[in-house]
């Protein structure tokens, strides 16, 4: 029993191992090739394509009269303050790009500034 179960492994492990006709030839993959990097004109002429089609998008959006009308009729303009409201003279964080940038984790801004005395 035990010298079947050896046969078997010995069998199972010969069968596992590849059979080799001859020497590999190690050929590396060629990264230059068209379908794997687009070429330099065909990579700008999507990206001009691209521009394109939203410039014409947005454009024909901007110029509709119903479209505007309903922004005048529904919308307000925010003005943001210079400075924050309290003893502070700093401006205010919404006036920098940094504060503007969408983001799941966004702190609430804090409406006024604590008063420490000693």
Known sequence: ???LVCFTAVLALMGGVPATAGDIEFRPVDTKKLVIQPTKLAANLA??????AGQTAASSIENNGYIK????LFSFKRTE????????A???PNLFRSTQYKSYNTPVMPTS???FRR
């Open 90 to 92: 700093l401006p205010s």
């Open 1 to 3: 029993m035990k010298g």
């Open 81 to 88: 303050p210079k400075f924050q409201s309290g003893p502070s």
């Open 47 to 52: 990206a001009g394509t691209i521009n394109l």
């Open 113 to 115: 500034q604590p008063v």
């Open 69 to 72: 009308t309903i922004n005048n």
